[in-house]
């Protein structure tokens, strides 16, 4: 029984509710980045630079011989998977700096004085007087 309340704790606790919630937004954030990359700027870099499909490419070691495949080094799937990740970084550094940028103005919002505040501030005042 102490196993499972132990659990209950860790899973109850804030920071993994707040992983969680983090992992759900990042598969789907990753899934449209992917849509992204492979639906409109591949076919779109693919297109001014000749070709249509970066995966494709590949170099071939081995030719296929029967019922055995070609050894080929694909070096189109690399260079995709490089494109992916550096829009995927663009993207989250982009959303980062927006969500810092929100953070300090609502850090140079003056803050309102605690009651505790305005009553020595009118002590102070009293007393000056």
Same mark, same amino acid.
């Given at each position: 029984?102490?196993? @499972? !309340? !132990?659990?209950?704790?860790? @899973?109850?606790? *804030?920071?993994?509710?707040?992983? @969680?919630? *983090?992992?759900? $937004?990042?598969?789907?954030?990753?899934?449209?980045?992917?849509?992204?990359?492979?639906?409109?700027?591949?076919?779109?870099? *693919?297109?001014?630079?000749?070709?249509?499909?970066?995966?494709?490419?590949?170099?071939?070691?081995?030719?296929?011989?029967?019922?055995?495949?070609?050894?080929? $080094?694909?070096?189109?799937?690399?260079?995709?998977? $490089?494109?992916?990740?550096?829009? $995927?970084?663009?993207?989250?550094?982009?959303?980062?700096?927006?969500?810092?940028?929100?953070?300090?103005?609502?850090?140079?919002?003056?803050?309102?004085?605690?009651? !505790?505040?305005?009553?020595?501030?009118?002590?102070?005042?009293?007393?000056?007087?």
């Amino acid at each position: 029984m102490r196993f @499972a !309340e !132990e659990f209950k704790d860790f @899973a109850m606790k *804030g920071n993994v509710v707040d992983m @969680a919630v *983090g992992i759900i $937004i990042g598969v789907a954030f990753g899934k449209i980045i992917a849509s992204l990359v492979k639906d409109v700027i591949m076919p779109t870099v *693919g297109s001014m630079l000749g070709g249509g499909d970066f995966s494709n490419l590949s170099y071939i070691l081995e030719q296929a011989q029967g019922e055995v495949a070609a050894v080929s $080094i694909k070096y189109g799937l690399f260079i995709q998977s $490089i494109v992916d990740f550096l829009i $995927i970084a663009m993207a989250i550094f982009m959303a980062i700096k927006v969500m810092n940028s929100m953070k300090k103005k609502e850090k140079e919002k003056p803050a309102k004085p605690s009651k !505790e505040e305005v009553l020595l501030t009118e002590i102070r005042d009293l007393l000056q007087k």
